[in-house]
């Protein structure tokens, strides 16, 4: 299933403690209804991009303090301060599970073609797709599948051109 990022649940004000942790401030809705989750998306430059919560803490008022897989301190948490985070909403297209199953073996290229892998799986996430690339170096990648990500498919070729944020493909 793949769904759209549309719910704004609120913004990242700050670190919090020692452990890279951020203290978000939300919006007036969640304010007494915190939904559960599994991952959110943070807004970087502009694109909606996947983070799974490995902590939350939430005592009240409006500042929920979230802790993310892989960044465990403020060093590698502080550049997303600022940065709005968005639940997703619904889904937008059912045929795209069989679509996406069709990429296996499509090779992917990032800013200026340079090749990055080739797509080894098609992952659902609680949020939306995800392409575990192999890397040319053998490494596995994790990038969402995104409309915003994808600069253009050729199924002849059998090739997927994508513009990502910088730093997405040291991620994971």
Same mark, same amino acid.
């Given at each position: 299933?793949? +769904?759209?990022?549309?719910?704004?649940?609120?913004?990242?004000?700050?670190?919090?403690? %020692?452990?890279?942790?951020?203290?978000?401030?939300?919006?007036?809705?969640?304010?007494?209804?915190?939904?559960?989750?599994?991952?959110?998306?943070?807004?970087?430059?502009?694109?909606?991009?996947?983070?799974?919560?490995?902590?939350?803490? %939430?005592?009240?008022?409006?500042?929920?303090?979230?802790?993310?897989?892989? +960044?465990?301190?403020?060093?590698?948490?502080?550049?997303?301060?600022?940065?709005?985070?968005?639940?997703?909403?619904?889904?937008?297209?059912?045929?795209?599970?069989?679509?996406?199953?069709?990429?296996?073996? %499509?090779?992917?290229?990032?800013?200026? !073609?340079?090749?990055?892998?080739?797509?080894?799986?098609?992952?659902?996430?609680?949020?939306?797709?995800?392409?575990?690339?192999?890397?040319?170096?053998?490494?596995?990648?994790?990038?969402?599948?995104?409309?915003?990500?994808?600069?253009?498919?050729?199924?002849?070729?059998?090739?997927?051109?994508? !513009?990502?944020?910088?730093?997405?493909?040291?991620?994971?």
């Amino acid at each position: 299933m793949a +769904y759209k990022c549309d719910i704004l649940l609120g913004r990242i004000t700050k670190v919090s403690g %020692y452990q890279g942790a951020v203290a978000v401030k939300l919006e007036k809705v969640f304010t007494e209804n915190i939904p559960q989750m599994e991952s959110v998306f943070l807004e970087i430059e502009g694109r909606p991009v996947p983070f799974f919560i490995s902590g939350l803490e %939430y005592s009240g008022a409006d500042i929920l303090k979230l802790s993310f897989e892989g +960044y465990e301190s403020n060093e590698k948490i502080a550049e997303f301060t600022g940065c709005r985070i968005f639940l997703t909403s619904g889904l937008y297209n059912d045929n795209l599970k069989e679509d996406n199953q069709n990429i296996i073996g %499509y090779r992917v290229f990032v800013q200026e !073609d340079k090749l990055l892998g080739s797509i080894s799986d098609v992952v659902a996430n609680n949020g939306q797709w995800l392409i575990n690339v192999i890397s040319t170096s053998k490494r596995e990648i994790l990038i969402p599948f995104h409309e915003h990500f994808i600069v253009s498919i050729d199924k002849r070729k059998k090739v997927i051109k994508m !513009d990502i944020p910088e730093g997405l493909t040291e991620i994971n």
